[in-house]
């Protein structure tokens, strides 16, 4: 990636739509040539909505936004996220500022290993079973590999097996997993193809029946971790002292871990930056939020899937570790314009970038959350914005959704009722 002329985003929210497509563009993140697909507005044609989906009748549209200010491993990024929440991007941006200020976001990715999964039930003898399984490990993995050899001769494919077996009341199962790289793919097909081409062989090797074959979305073999480090002079907030704001990030962090209640809503703003970036990306985000959340509970409690503590010399350092099975090929990333642009605004990133930008984001959404949750409240920024989705919902138009939602904040009730008034009171005043 080439280097970035970050001022040009300075003061970016201000500008008009046209005016921050600009700035992408004078700033090196958005080239020339994509710009019209922007000012298109990602237009997804016809002819591809029908072919992506059954008894297609129209196309379904969200924002698509840029949080601005992540500094990666070193490297600059605008982070592309479709969302229909008011103030994720917004979060994200300030809380990617703050970080960006104090060395930015470190991440680690795991070598990138999918699970195929093919289970057998009626297995008479299952120590017999399990042992011819390991015994032809090596031509169950050649059968896997024979389904889709294109993998194979890209450098990836199935290259290990575990066998699990699980016993529940009156069924027994027999559990075969294939480990197997996808490489730059997320690779459900590639591998729903192989596990259900192994079926007929492992019915053979177990005399069991084969239930089924498909990947696993449990993907603790594909593990993407940030960190972060911020000093606490840089937390003080609302009159609070830096080292009240870290303690109490510590505390509400703690909380997270031991209360299944507030951890998923503190995994849930964690979730808010992921899946706007999985989203955009063209990845499957049920995927990536099942996956995430059975990581949450893999000791048997649900619990936060971030961590916020304190160092030795007192910073505030925070971790999150998510399973990441996400592509930069496959699906429809090669053919959806959002998709493609998203590509695009983060320089073509392989798989493993893809996953450290995504994992940044969840970091960075979920330090802002909790810094406004300890501090002034998630209200008071939150709902500042909500208030022109309430205008828009009292029915708005044009200039009218900002002079309205400018009254609804300085109104003592923000809700639809008080949004309507003030619009009836505001097009009254234009009549006269
Ligand atoms: P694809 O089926 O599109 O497979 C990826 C394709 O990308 C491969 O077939 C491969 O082509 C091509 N490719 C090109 N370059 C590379 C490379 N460097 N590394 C790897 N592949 C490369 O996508 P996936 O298999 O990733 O499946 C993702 C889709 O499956 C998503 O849309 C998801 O929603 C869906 N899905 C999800 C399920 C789940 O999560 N449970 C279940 C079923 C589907 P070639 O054929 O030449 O090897």
Request: proline content about 3%.
């Given at each position: 990636m080439t280097?970035?002329?970050?001022?040009?985003?300075?003061?970016?929210?201000?500008?008009?739509?046209?005016?921050?497509?600009?700035?992408?563009?004078?700033?090196?993140f958005?080239?020339?040539?994509w710009?019209?697909?922007?000012?298109?507005?990602l237009?997804?044609?016809e002819?591809?909505?029908?072919?992506?989906?059954?008894?297609q009748i129209g196309?379904?549209?969200?924002?698509?936004?840029?949080?601005?200010?992540?500094?990666?491993?070193?490297q600059?990024y605008?982070?592309?996220?479709?969302?229909e929440?008011p103030?994720?991007?917004a979060?994200?941006?300030?809380a990617?500022?703050?970080i960006?200020?104090?060395?930015?976001?470190?991440t680690?990715?795991?070598?990138?290993?999918m699970?195929?999964?093919?289970?057998?039930?009626?297995?008479s003898s299952p120590?017999?079973?399990?042992?011819n399984?390991?015994?032809?490990?090596?031509?169950?993995l050649?059968k896997?590999?024979?389904?889709?050899?294109?993998?194979v001769?890209?450098?990836g494919?199935?290259?290990?097996?575990?066998i699990r077996e699980?016993?529940?009341?009156?069924?027994?199962?027999?559990?075969?997993?294939?480990h197997?790289?996808?490489?730059e793919?997320?690779?459900?097909?590639?591998i729903n193809?192989?596990?259900?081409?192994?079926?007929?062989?492992?019915e053979?090797?177990?005399?069991?029946?084969?239930?089924?074959?498909?990947?696993?979305?449990?993907?603790t073999e594909?593990l993407?971790?940030?960190?972060?480090?911020?000093?606490?002079?840089?937390?003080?907030?609302?009159?609070?002292?830096?080292e009240?704001?870290?303690?109490s990030?510590v505390?509400?962090?703690?909380v997270?871990?031991?209360?299944?209640?507030?951890?998923?809503?503190h995994?849930?703003?964690i979730?808010?930056?992921v899946?706007a970036?999985v989203?955009?990306?063209?990845?499957?985000?049920?995927a990536?939020?099942?996956g995430a959340?059975?990581?949450?509970?893999?000791?048997g409690?649900?619990?936060a899937?971030?961590?916020?503590?304190?160092a030795?010399?007192?910073?505030?350092?925070?971790?999150?570790?998510?399973?990441?099975?996400?592509?930069?090929?496959?699906?429809?990333?090669s053919?959806h314009?959002?998709?493609?642009m998203?590509h695009?605004l983060?320089?073509?990133?392989?798989?493993g970038?893809?996953?450290?930008?995504?994992?940044?984001?969840?970091?960075?959404?979920?330090?802002?959350a909790?810094?406004?949750?300890v501090?002034?409240?998630?209200?008071k920024?939150h709902?500042?914005?909500?208030?022109?989705?309430l205008?828009?919902?009292?029915?708005?138009q044009?200039?009218?959704i900002?002079?309205t939602?400018?009254l609804?904040?300085?109104?003592q009730h923000?809700?639809?009722v008080q949004?309507?008034?003030?619009?009836?009171?505001l097009r009254n005043?234009?009549l006269?």
């Amino acid at each position: 990636m080439t280097s970035k002329n970050l001022t040009e985003l300075t003061k970016f929210y201000k500008k008009k739509r046209s005016e921050r497509i600009d700035a992408l563009e004078n700033s090196g993140f958005l080239d020339t040539d994509w710009k019209e697909s922007l000012e298109n507005n990602l237009h997804l044609p016809e002819a591809i909505a029908d072919s992506m989906i059954e008894n297609q009748i129209g196309t379904y549209q969200l924002p698509y936004g840029v949080a601005l200010n992540f500094l990666i491993d070193g490297q600059d990024y605008v982070v592309p996220m479709a969302v229909e929440e008011p103030s994720v991007i917004a979060a994200a941006s300030s809380a990617a500022k703050l970080i960006g200020e104090h060395g930015g976001f470190q991440t680690v990715i795991s070598e990138r290993i999918m699970i195929g999964q093919a289970i057998l039930t009626k297995v008479s003898s299952p120590q017999t079973a399990m042992d011819n399984l390991k015994a032809n490990e090596h031509e169950i993995l050649l059968k896997a590999n024979q389904a889709h050899p294109s993998i194979v001769e890209r450098g990836g494919g199935a290259h290990s097996l575990q066998i699990r077996e699980i016993k529940e009341g009156s069924s027994h199962f027999l559990i075969v997993h294939l480990h197997i790289q996808t490489l730059e793919a997320m690779g459900a097909n590639i591998i729903n193809t192989m596990m259900e081409a192994i079926l007929p062989l492992l019915e053979e090797l177990t005399e069991g029946s084969a239930l089924m074959g498909i990947l696993s979305n449990y993907a603790t073999e594909c593990l993407a971790t940030v960190t972060c480090r911020i000093p606490t002079h840089a937390l003080a907030k609302n009159n609070l002292e830096g080292e009240e704001v870290r303690d109490s990030i510590v505390l509400a962090s703690q909380v997270a871990l031991v209360d299944p209640y507030r951890a998923v809503t503190h995994n849930k703003g964690i979730m808010n930056g992921v899946d706007a970036v999985v989203l955009a990306s063209g990845n499957d985000w049920r995927a990536i939020e099942a996956g995430a959340h059975a990581y949450a509970a893999r000791d048997g409690q649900y619990r936060a899937l971030s961590k916020w503590y304190t160092a030795e010399n007192g910073d505030l350092l925070g971790e999150l570790t998510l399973p990441l099975p996400v592509g930069a090929v496959g699906g429809s990333i090669s053919f959806h314009p959002g998709a493609q642009m998203t590509h695009h605004l983060l320089g073509n990133p392989d798989a493993g970038r893809l996953e450290s930008i995504i994992v940044s984001a969840g970091l960075a959404q979920n330090f802002s959350a909790i810094r406004a949750l300890v501090t002034e409240g998630i209200q008071k920024g939150h709902m500042s914005l909500q208030a022109r989705s309430l205008a828009i919902s009292a029915g708005a138009q044009g200039d009218e959704i900002k002079v309205t939602a400018d009254l609804l904040r300085k109104s003592q009730h923000m809700n639809l009722v008080q949004a309507k008034s003030i619009l009836e009171d505001l097009r009254n005043k234009r009549l006269r």
